[in-house]
């Protein structure tokens, strides 16, 4: 089943026409925080759960889609949780976010912009609501980049399970190549009432460029390398990109 929905991703994107937005940098290290007016992203990624002891017994696609609606602000849909779930999840499909950046600066590589979410980490009683505001910067600087979005997460209900939370995504990339990027994604995440407990993974990844409009990639992410939860906690994936 896992081959067959790679095999048909893979040829259904290899059969589109390069339509992606002219200038739009075909380098990953090089991209902006936002995408261009009118441009759609779709990223579907395949993530597989490697922990010791429960390899392979989840297996889910947090897919999201991104809409470059004007030069300074895109939306998108994303997944916080699991997306489709394949294996190992009560439901197949049980959390959804709606989320925006709003481009504030663009001046000699930094690139800064509000971001605001909202994220349903569970879609059946009790509703799972998170709020979500923070910024995203990113530096640019051939032939890398550095990201990074800082933002809080606040429980709209649910705060008997849910908890005011930092987050703060870090990654760090690097163009090797005309089609092909080496990143680390690291950062830390945990409760905002006890910083004592932050946790943060590290995760070592490559994308390649397969396609104008088209990028493959794979990481390995352990899920806590920072921080006093699961230290054997650890997955992969592999991903296809398709921009129009």
């Known amino acids: ?14 059969a589109l026409p390069a339509f992606a937005e002219p200038g739009f940098p075909d380098a990953y290290a090089l991209r902006p925080l936002e995408l261009p007016p009118s441009m759609v992203q779709a990223k579907i990624p395949l993530v597989i759960d490697l922990s010791h002891g ?13 809409f470059g609606v004007t030069r300074e602000l895109e939306l998108r849909i994303f997944h916080p949780v699991h997306g489709l779930c394949l294996r190992g999840c009560d439901r197949a499909y049980n959390d959804i976010g709606l989320g925006m950046l709003f481009s504030v600066l663009e001046e000699n590589g930094l690139q800064a912009s509000l ?22 910067f990113k530096f640019i600087r051939s032939p890398f980049s550095i990201f990074a979005a800082p ?12 908890d005011d939370s930092v987050n703060v995504p870090i990654e760090f990339a690097f163009q090797l190549s005309a089609p092909t990027a080496l990143f680390v994604e690291t950062g830390l995440y945990g409760s905002a ?19 104008h409009n088209v990028d493959i990639g794979a990481e390995l992410k352990l899920n806590s390398v920072i921080g006093h939860t699961d230290a054997g ?12």
């Open 193 to 211: 009432h006890d910083p004592g407990g932050w946790s943060g993974p590290v995760g070592i990844g490559i994308n390649q460029l397969l396609h």
């Open 1 to 14: 089943m896992i081959k067959a929905l790679l095999a048909l991703l893979v040829t259904t994107a290899l």
């Open 54 to 66: 429960h390899a392979g017994d989840l297996i889910f696609v947090p897919f999201d889609v991104r």
């Open 151 to 162: 933002y809080i997460g606040i429980p709209l209900s649910d705060r008997n399970h849910l």
């Open 115 to 136: 971001l605001a979410a909202l994220e349903f980490r569970s879609l059946t009683s009790p509703v799972g609501a998170v709020l979500d505001a923070g910024v995203a």
């Open 233 to 244: 906690s650890r997955l992969v994936l592999v991903y296809l990109t398709v921009r129009g």
